[in-house]
T-cell receptor, first 113, second 114 residues
Framework: KNEVEQSPQNLTAQEGEFITINCSYSVGISALHWLQQHPGGGIVSLFMLSSGKKKHGRLIATINIQEKHSSLHITASHPRDSAVYICAVNSLVYGGSQGNLIFGKGTKLSVKP | NAGVTQTPKFRVLKTGQSMTLLCAQDMNHEYMYWYRQDPGMGLRLIHYSVGEGTTAKGEVPDGYNVSRLKKQNFLLGLESAAPSQTSVYFC?????????????FGEGSRLTVL
């Protein structure tokens, strides 16, 4: 089952470019998370959203509940943004109240200087 | 602040051996989770806990046991390791359940079963 699909799988960008990573899901959700996994393996939560848009520094996350789609944007990209970006959703069907998140496979971003 | 700490970070086991992974959090979080991450797949939930003394099965619980005797610690045990359990294991915690609570992850534990 692929309830959460991310695109692209791999993305190479030049420093300074505007980057968009997409996440589509096929189930009803109560929340969507964007996570960042560093090259060393550690995972950091970037955003959690259930509607609209959130911004933190150069990162912007949007979600369209009707279209079952979310995007993560990075403005003025930098080599330190190189990481794997993971989308995860809390499915209203499978997740339950305790929140078994369904994770996408991730988008590997490489930003070249 | 330590946040979420996993030990050990690396371990090599032989088939049939047992081991325990320890996850410790210092944020007084109620919820704790164990995930595994395999190449080409998203993170998958093994077991989780919604408070001290409680545990529940996730998506892939077979071959693993857990315990949450103290609120700050969540242990993941492999009684008889199998090569299929070669993976990177992540512990996470949150103040509220994942639907509404930000997740805090440990650095991961890489386990190889020969």
């Amino acid at each position: 089952k692929n309830e959460v699909e991310q695109s692209p799988q791999n993305l190479t960008a030049q420093e300074g470019e505007f980057i968009t990573i997409n996440c589509s899901y096929s189930v009803g959700i109560s929340a969507l998370h964007w996570l960042q996994q560093h090259p060393g393996g550690g995972i950091v939560s970037l955003f959690m959203l259930s509607s609209g848009k959130k911004k933190h520094g150069r990162l912007i996350a949007t979600i369209n509940i009707q279209e079952k789609h979310s995007s993560l944007h990075i403005t003025a990209s930098h080599p330190r943004d190189s990481a794997v970006y993971i989308c995860a959703v809390n499915s209203l069907v499978y997740g339950g109240s305790q929140g078994n998140l369904i994770f996408g496979k991730g988008t590997k971003l490489s930003v070249k200087p | 602040n330590a946040g979420v700490t996993q030990t050990p970070k690396f371990r090599v086991l032989k088939t049939g051996q047992s081991m325990t992974l320890l996850c410790a959090q210092d944020m007084n979080h109620e919820y704790m989770y164990w995930y595994r991450q395999d190449p080409g797949m998203g993170l998958r939930l093994i077991h989780y806990s919604v408070g001290e003394g409680t545990t529940a099965k996730g998506e892939v619980p077979d071959g693993y046991n857990v315990s949450r005797l103290k609120k700050q610690n969540f242990l993941l045990g492999l009684e008889s390791a199998a090569p299929s359990q070669t993976s990177v294991y992540f512990c996470a915690s949150s103040w509220r359940g994942a639907p509404t609570g930000e997740l805090f992850f440990g650095e991961g534990s890489r386990l190889t079963v020969l």
